[in-house]
Nanobody, 123 residues
Framework: QVQLVESGGGLVQAGGSLRLSCAAS????????MAWFRQAPGKEREFVAA????????NYAGLVKGRFTISRDYAKNTMYLQMNFLKPEDTAVYYC????????????????WGQGTQVTVSS
C-alpha cells in the first residue's frame, strides 16, 4: 500500500519560511516523479513543484520560482519543499503527489496523493 504523508504545515507571517516534508512508503519510487500541489479555498488544485526521484530534473510553477525549493532525501525516502518569502496568497492545503509520467503529473492526473497539510500565511 503506497502512502504519502505530509507534515510541516502551519501558520507563518508574510515573509517567513516553512519546510514541508512528504514521507513516502509502500513501493520503490526510483522511477517516479514527486510533486507538490496546493489548493486554496474556492480555487482549483494547482501545481507547485516537482522533482524526479533521481534528482536530475525539477520543475516549478512560475508563482513560486525563486522562492520555493524542492528536494528529496534517498536515505529517508522523503521529499521536501522549502518555502521562503511566503505571501498571503500562498495560503492553501499543500498535497504531496507521485506519478511516473511528467505529462500526467503536470495535468494533475496523479497516481498517488497524500492527505494534505495546511499552510496559512498571515499578512
Amino acid at each position: 500500500q503506497v502512502q504519502l504523508v505530509e507534515s510541516g504545515g502551519g501558520l507563518v507571517q508574510a515573509g517567513g519560511s516553512l519546510r514541508l516534508s512528504c514521507a513516502a512508503s509502500g513501493r520503490t519510487f526510483s522511477r517516479y516523479i514527486m510533486a507538490w500541489f496546493r489548493q486554496a479555498p474556492g480555487k482549483e488544485r494547482e501545481f507547485v513543484a516537482a522533482i524526479e526521484w533521481s534528482g536530475s530534473t525539477s520543475n516549478y510553477a512560475g508563482l513560486v520560482k525563486g522562492r520555493f525549493t524542492i528536494s528529496r532525501d534517498y536515505a529517508k525516502n522523503t521529499m521536501y519543499l522549502q518555502m521562503n518569502f511566503l505571501k498571503p496568497e500562498d495560503t492553501a492545503v499543500y498535497y504531496c503527489a507521485a506519478d511516473s509520467s511528467w505529462g500526467k503529473l503536470l495535468l494533475g492526473d496523479v497516481a498517488y496523493w497524500g492527505q494534505g497539510t495546511q499552510v496559512t500565511v498571515s499578512s
